[in-house]
């Protein structure tokens, strides 16, 4: 077994070897641009090339529909910016939920600021949306939806395909946005099918590079550049494309859907296991859905009675790595808004850690960590109470 054990994959993933291999061949010899007209740049650009058709193969859609970005954030940030200042003539009034990523949130706080008027849907108590409250939410002025896949801190998968079908059949005109950071790779994903216009997805969740991800869009959706420049990909995202990066980004998708029912549900299994032994330690909490309902791959344990921080590292300092429950917002204590969202007790806000596994984990990694937290627990437990 390893001397580390990295439980903390809906933060970042190891790279794949064959993608650090590839980029590492891309940086050293086709270190091309892609817009350059001699051949270093056409071998750059076949690797563009060959990275759209690769996704767009994944996601049975057309390679125009796959628009490169530096990430999960930008790609938020075009879909709902540009999704806004494109349609609104028709309109001002923008949905969202209360669980979003603060890519999407802090999107929508500047959106606010601009004239948009934004409105955020409630979630059950294992976080799901309630679609009754979208139905309601929807009005003449509605332009675009925003609902992210799956959650990042909890278990929580939302109805993606019935809102969507519920948005169109109140108005086909309304652009449907999903931030699937969390999902691509752990899913398989037909935007068509679900009635998707709008998705957004990172590379360095699913073993591909940091800094580069793409949006889906589909085709003839009404949507506004908001990066400026030498007009690369047809002008709605300029900027000298990362070759390394999208070509690593490809790869690492092309691998993780490989074998990828078989994947999946060592995943679930592993991730029941985990959740059964951990829940028998007394004073804990699963927060989100169990089981096959759930993502496979996020894990939120509230700990009654010791600091989620603290807890951390003092795994850490055994070599296993965690996050906190709201590690994408712990510096934005008003967006960590997901716990209290589905409604996690106060005193459990800052007791909750979030394990999050990949395909690389092992059992005997998830017995260490629960021979540490059946150590670490009733210790710090003590130490709280004093």
């Given at each position: ?226 990066i400026f420049g030498g ?154 109470r004093h």
């Amino acid at each position: 077994m390893k001397s580390e054990i990295y439980l903390d994959n809906s933060a970042t993933t190891a790279v794949y070897p064959q993608v650090v291999e590839l980029m590492s061949r891309i940086m050293l010899d086709d270190y091309g641009n892609p817009s350059s007209k001699h051949n270093k740049g056409v071998e750059a650009e076949h690797y563009v090339t060959q990275a759209k058709e690769t996704l767009a193969s994944i996601l049975k859609c057309d390679k125009k529909e796959i628009l490169f970005t530096s990430g999960g954030t930008e790609s938020d940030n075009m879909a709902l910016i540009g999704c806004a200042m494109a349609n609104k003539r028709r309109g001002s009034h923008i949905i969202t939920t209360m669980i979003e990523h603060p890519a999407v949130l802090e999107t929508t706080v500047f959106l606010e600021k601009n004239g948009f008027e934004v409105t955020y849907l409630p979630v059950d108590s294992t976080g799901c949306v309630k679609l009754e409250a979208l139905r309601e939410a929807l009005r003449p002025e509605t332009i675009l939806v925003s609902m992210m896949y799956a959650n990042n801190e909890v278990s929580a998968v939302e109805p993606i395909a019935e809102a969507a079908q519920l948005v169109k059949a109140y108005n086909p005109e309304i652009i449907f946005h999903t931030d699937a950071v969390q999902a691509f790779g752990k899913y398989r994903i037909i935007p068509k099918k679900e009635n998707i216009d709008l998705m957004s997805v990172s590379s360095h969740k699913l073993h591909g590079p940091k800094g580069v991800g793409f949006l889906y869009i589909k085709d003839k959706t009404k949507i506004n550049p908001i990066i400026f420049g030498g007009g690369q990909q047809k002008g709605m995202r300029s900027g000298t494309e990362n070759v390394p990066g999208i070509a690593g980004m490809a790869l690492a998708a092309k691998l993780c859907y490989e074998n990828f029912d078989e994947k999946i549900e060592k995943l679930y299994e592993l991730k029941e296991y985990f959740v059964e032994k951990v829940l028998e330690i007394p004073g804990t909490t699963f927060n989100g859905k169990r089981g096959h309902e759930g993502t496979p791959h996020v894990i939120s344990i509230s700990f009654e009675d010791v600091r989620s921080e603290v807890l951390l590292h003092a795994l850490e300092d055994k070599g296993i790595y965690v996050s906190s429950g709201s590690a994408c917002s712990s510096n934005k204590p008003v967006l960590s808004g997901t716990l209290k969202a589905i409604g996690v007790k106060n005193n459990l806000l800052d007791s909750t850690i979030r394990f999050s596994l990949c395909t690389m984990n092992t059992r005997e990694e998830l017995d260490a960590t629960i021979d540490a937290l059946n150590e670490l627990v009733p210790m710090l437990r003590r130490y709280t109470r004093h």
